[in-house]
């Protein structure tokens, strides 16, 4: 007979087999309390008395901006800290071309954080406020330990909108390996099952075919072009606005999650 009790606890804890079972069944869990929950049983859903609807927002399990990783089938998604400057800053440096032409530009005056460390901190410390304050959760994406890029769930809106919009990132050493479409389902479980929003929005460059990839695997709605919507490497570019709703993630949330992160 094997060891009862505490040493047996002690023992499942560090099996990782053991672990990996109670990570399923913790979300077949939730993903049974997501279809099984109504609209109008949801804390901060839209049919709400407008007293409940403006209620503070749902943070997530453990305390305001307490966010620890999210984990996938083979990456992690967690908060930068300060101790990931180093990594953070070789990647950022190596991936200069490839990733400029699709960010906006740094505003004049603004000290840069690839090459401030001071300013990198600031960032962090900016991020860990928006955990708390409930109105962006950023988070690095790492592969085998090691940084490889960036997610940010931004502009969370309470109130009748319940929405936000993502943005990603990979390293191209990593590019073309499903790693943002893996992590895209896993910001879809946090956002619909922790944070209870009603809907998540990515927005690209028509040009931009590979994001485009990300969407089109992940089979996401197409909504429309907005004209001259973001400022993107010093110019007005239209986007493709592409949308998840809680509906949606309830009917398919199972499915994207078997064929991305189980
Ligand atoms: C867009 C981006 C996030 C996609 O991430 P990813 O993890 O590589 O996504 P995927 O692995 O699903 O690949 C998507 C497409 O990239 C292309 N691709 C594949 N391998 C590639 C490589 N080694 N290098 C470059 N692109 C590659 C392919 O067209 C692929 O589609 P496919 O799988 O049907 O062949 C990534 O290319 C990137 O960071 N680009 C620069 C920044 C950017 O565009 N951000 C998004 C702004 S909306």
């Not at 401030?116 to 994406?141: H, P």
């Not at 050493?173 to 956002?191: D, K, M, N, S, T």
């Not at 944070?195 to 590979?210: E, V």
């Not at 009917?251 to 078997?258: C, H, Y």
Request: proline share 6%; aromatic share 8%; with cysteine.
């Amino acid at each position: 007979m094997g060891p009862r009790g505490p040493a047996r606890r002690a023992r499942r804890r560090h099996d990782p087999s053991h672990a990996a079972r109670h990570l399923r069944h913790r979300d077949r869990r939730r993903a049974r309390r997501v279809r099984g929950a109504r609209l109008a049983d949801r804390p901060d859903g839209p049919h709400r008395t407008p007293a409940q609807r403006h209620a503070p927002a749902r943070r997530p399990r453990g305390g305001a901006g307490s966010v620890s990783a999210l984990i996938g089938r083979r990456i992690v998604l967690r908060p930068l800290v300060i101790g990931d400057f180093e990594q953070w800053r070789e990647v950022r440096r190596r991936n200069h071309d490839w990733l400029t032409k699709w960010e906006p530009q740094r505003l004049p005056g603004h000290p840069d954080a690839v090459e401030d460390r001071d300013a990198f901190a600031i960032r962090c410390s900016a991020r860990q406020r928006e955990r708390q304050l409930g109105t962006a959760y950023g988070f690095g994406i790492f592969v085998d330990g090691d940084f490889a890029g960036e997610i940010n769930i931004s502009s969370v809106q309470r109130g009748p909108f319940q929405s936000a919009y993502v943005g990603y990132w990979i390293d191209e050493r990593h590019a073309g390996q499903g790693y943002v479409p893996e992590a895209v389902v896993l910001i879809c479980r946090f956002a619909f099952e922790e944070l209870r929003l009603h809907r998540i929005q990515i927005s690209i460059i028509p040009r931009n075919d590979k994001s485009r990839r990300v969407v089109e695997k992940l089979d996401l709605r197409f909504e429309g072009i907005a004209e001259r919507y973001l400022e993107i490497n010093g110019a007005w570019e239209d986007h493709m606005r592409f949308a998840i709703t809680a509906e949606e993630w309830a009917t398919r949330g199972d499915q994207l999650s078997r064929d991305w992160l189980d």
